[in-house]
């Protein structure tokens, strides 16, 4: 059973160019995660969706950055006009329920570095 | 306002001993607690989670322990190994609908052969 899938693994974009990043959940999974890791830092929680939904951003910053969940295909995490402030891990995670409050299983992560 | 606090040091320990690291926070009332390991370059990889109403959850050669009162969660792990020797994450659930986890900054372990 495959775990989650990230892609690219390293990505590098100039300032003003647009970075998206995709994560593929485990098998069955319906539940999609968002962290970001800054260098130093622990992970922070930027969004939560499920299925066509967007059920919390609360961790998004408010501009430039957006994400999505269709029906079919993966998750996609998009920044726009990248800075150099992005350069960071992101990690995508899944879980198949949240009502047991179920474990959360993360990808290998995207490393952004914006030159 | 709301901490999760790991021992920012990096721990050293012998090969053989056990391992204890300390996960404290302030202000949140989490329905349960996990552990995570990760290695540089790497994800996070899920180790054990513990619910507020356990107090001791085991896995082999790990231990956690939740303790609501002082708002504190300890991992062990009992004869270490080199292989140990990672960053472990403690998570949270912020107890509110939706389930995301809020990270404390890990503790970086060091067993030594």
């Known amino acids: 059973n495959a775990g989650v899938m990230q892609n690219p693994r390293h990505l590098v974009r100039r300032r003003g160019q647009e970075a998206r990043l995709r994560c593929s959940p485990m098998?069955?999974?319906?539940?999609v995660y968002w962290y970001r890791q800054l260098p130093e830092e622990g992970l922070k929680f930027m969004v939560y969706l499920q299925k066509e939904n967007i059920i919390d951003e609360s961790g998004m910053p408010k501009e430039r950055f957006s994400a999505e969940f269709p029906k079919e295909g993966p998750s996609i995490l998009r920044i726009q006009q990248v800075v150099r402030g992005d350069s960071a891990a992101y990690f995508c995670a899944s879980s198949l329920e949240t009502s047991g409050r179920d474990t959360q299983y993360f990808g290998p992560g995207t490393r952004l570095t914006v030159l | 306002s709301q901490k999760i606090e790991q021992n920012s040091e990096a721990l050293n320990i012998q090969e053989g001993k056990t391992a204890t690291l300390t996960c404290n926070y302030t202000?949140?009332?989490?329905?349960?607690l996990q552990w995570y390991r990760q290695d540089p370059g790497r994800g996070p990889v899920f180790l054990l989670l513990?619910?507020?109403?356990?107090k001791e959850k085991r896995k082999e050669r790990l231990k956690v322990t939740f303790d609501t009162t002082l708002k504190q969660s300890l991992f062990h792990i009992t004869a270490s190994q080199p292989a140990d020797s990672a960053t472990y994450l403690c998570?949270?659930?912020?107890?509110?609908?939706?389930?995301?986890?809020?990270f404390g900054t890990g503790t970086l372990l060091a067993v030594q052969p």
């Open positions: 202000n949140y009332s989490p329905a349960y």
């Open positions: 998570a949270l659930d912020d107890g509110g609908a939706t389930n995301k986890l809020i």
């Open positions: 098998k069955g999974h319906s539940h």
């Open positions: 513990i619910r507020e109403n356990e």
